[in-house]
């Protein structure tokens, strides 16, 4: 499954590692569109009341879609995809 | 050095208020936390990516080249969490420069000091809980059009959009176009309120026949679009399935929803300038004279951040704040008048009240439904702390937790407010808003500390016995 959009050129897919799963995504597109566009939208698991955590504001405000990239805290909706980044969940 | 004019912000408002005062030559910066100035309505596309291109971008490509010629130095990929300096100075000190601690975008830490400040920090969103807003596959209707403008990605196969304003028939009209299915959309707004708003649109019939192609789309793809009603809730096992409006329920797998814009006034709160609650504005504003000042000298605020009042207000109002501490630096004598901004304005009046707080949504989150979705925190935990004697916004937030995870109450501020007016009987007005605090944006402790050394601690002379 791809939710994306054709009529937008891109440059070539990479491949990242989520939870340890490959995932096509393209390099410069935020990390948290190409989860949403793999259909990927359990970014965190856990027992809070709120959980699963996912993206809400896609503009970096909400904070509900960290992640863990090569071990690094981010928000996923600011964070450019870059081929063979192994993400986990924060 | 000290600069002349620096712009935090650099949306359409902020582009537009560094490009007026840098060619009026004043020593301009803008700073801006995007790779590239812009904002949320004119958000470039990642580096190598071509989208199909629409009014938007183009007005957005015009204002970058007019802010690259001007000038203005521009530091885009940077973060500003700290201020300082203006009116916060020492009891009795005389006013300082402003200061603006920011971490740049190659992860070093920096320092702005400037005479006059223009903020220009936009909005976010507002959503109104609901039962399972919290489930995946359910994100902001304003977050869509990142998605779908900036990404090019849908976010999902079959989609129902909901809430109120104008944004509701521009994501719905751009999943059609990028292939995907709307299921429904829901509006908050009557026909009623929307005929009402027509005559102060027509005053930018630009904005109104881009309205009308955008429905004319979702008719001819035989959309169902609901009048007057509310998405009441959303279910699904794990993830989205089912959207529920009244009895009728509409299978999606993804619920684009958002109930009008918040002004982000996280910077003119830390400087303690004077607010007004003005719900038509979006919420809490900063109080404005005629030229965009602030209650603080030398302080400035434009654009949505300022008071909701649409994209197309925007440029102007940075122009006028500009040319405003332009003045009051005694750099130019500029005037003041801006004819496009009146007529902006007024449709962007029209639609801010659209997209106004609806008490009536709030009233109905039911009890055990999360308000705030950093700590957990319930409707009914915070009537019972209205009920246990929280009386404002901050209290609530000591009783509960409300507010405090790392989002800082800027999505659930304003349900958390309402409610707790509601307990009490006020207006929101009353219950006040959450402090201004620092760091505006998480970081990095290292960032904030800097070279920080335990004796550079001023230790004020003990109180003589
Ligand atoms: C997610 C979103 C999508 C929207 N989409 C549309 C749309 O498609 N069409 C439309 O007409 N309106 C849209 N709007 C409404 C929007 O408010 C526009 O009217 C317009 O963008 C307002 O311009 P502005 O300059 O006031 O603020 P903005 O465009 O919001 O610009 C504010 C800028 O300030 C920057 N900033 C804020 N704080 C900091 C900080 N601490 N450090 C560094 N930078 C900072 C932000 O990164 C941002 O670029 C949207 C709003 C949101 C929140
Ligand atoms: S999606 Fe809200 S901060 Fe990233």
Known sequence: MDQRIAAFSRPAAVTITVRGRPVVAHPGESLAA??????????????????????????????????????????????????GQVVTPA | MTHDVAVLGGGPAGMAAATEAASHGARTVLLE??????????????????????????????????????????RTGCRVWGLGGGPLVPQGAAAAPFTLSALGHDGVPFTITTRALVLCTGTHERIIPFPGWTLPGVIGLAAATILLKVQGVLPGRRIVVAGAGPLLY?????????????AAVVDAATH????????????RPDLLA??????????????????GAHVTAADGDGVLGRVRVGDRAIDADALCIGHGLVPATEATRTYRARHEHRPQDGGWVPVLDGRQRTSVPLLYAAGDGAGVRGAAAAPAAGRVAARAALDDLGLAHAGSQDAA???????????ARMMALRPAMVEAIPPETIVCRCEGVTRAAIDAAAADGAVTINQLKHFTRCGMGPCQGRMCGEAAGA???????????????????????????EA??????????????????
């Open chain 2, 341 to 351: 901004l009146d007529r902006a304005r007024r449709a962007g009046a029209a639609m």
């Open chain 2, 170 to 182: 521009a994501v719905a009209a751009k999943v059609l176009a990028g292939g995907g299915q709307v």
């Open chain 2, 419 to 445: 409610l707790l007016a509601a307990a009490h009987g006020v207006p929101i007005g009353a219950v006040g808003f959450a402090t201004g605090r620092i760091p505006l944006r998480p970081v990095p402790m």
């Open chain 2, 210 to 227: 881009q309205g009308a192609a955008w429905r004319t789309r979702l008719l001819a793809a035989g959309v169902p679009v609901i009048h």
């Open chain 2, 33 to 74: 936390e995007s790779p590239l100035p812009g904002g949320q309505v004119y958000r470039a596309l990642p580096p190598g990516y071509a989208g199909p291109a629409d009014a938007d971008r183009r007005a957005g490509d015009a204002l970058r080249a007019a802010l690259a010629a001007s000038g203005a130095d521009l």
């Open chain 2, 448 to 465: 904030i500390l800097g070279a920080f050394d335990y004796a550079d601690i001023p230790v004020p002379a003990a109180a003589p016995i």
């Open chain 2, 192 to 203: 009623g309120e929307w005929l009402r708003a027509l005559p102060a649109l027509a005053a």
């Open chain 1, 34 to 83: 190409a989860l949403v566009a793999a259909g990927l939208w359990r970014f965190g698991e856990g027992d809070d009341p709120a959980r699963p955590r996912t993206a809400v504001c896609m503009m970096g405000v909400c904070q509900q879609c960290l992640l863990r990239v090569d071990g690094r805290l981010v928000q996923a909706c600011l964070t450019p995809v870059a081929a």
